[in-house]
């Protein structure tokens, strides 16, 4: 009668919560060619995760603008909930 019910607390539980990947991302994984601003090439240092995929941009400037619009509509979609 020595068996107890309690769940084992495991050593490793840490693994949850952390799918999806802050690494870094490669102009490879890159679904688009061009930016969809200026119609430039896209560049390495302007990437972006946009619905879980890798997304480019000419330059940070771009980037930073579709970043900012996303986040406006993420809020503002929020806001309705
Ligand atoms: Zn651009």
Known sequence: M???TSPTPGPS????GRSRKMTELRLQDCVNEVCPWSGDPVSADSLTLYRGEV???????????????A???????????
């Not at 997304?55 to 619009?69: I, L, W």
Request: glycine letters at 12%.
């Open 71 to 81: 986040a406006a509509f993420d809020a503002a979609i929020e806001g309705k909930k």
């Open 13 to 16: 539980r840490e693994r949850e």
């Open 55 to 69: 997304v480019g941009f000419c330059n940070p400037g771009c980037k930073d603008k579709f970043e900012k619009a």
């Open 2 to 4: 020595g068996l107890s």
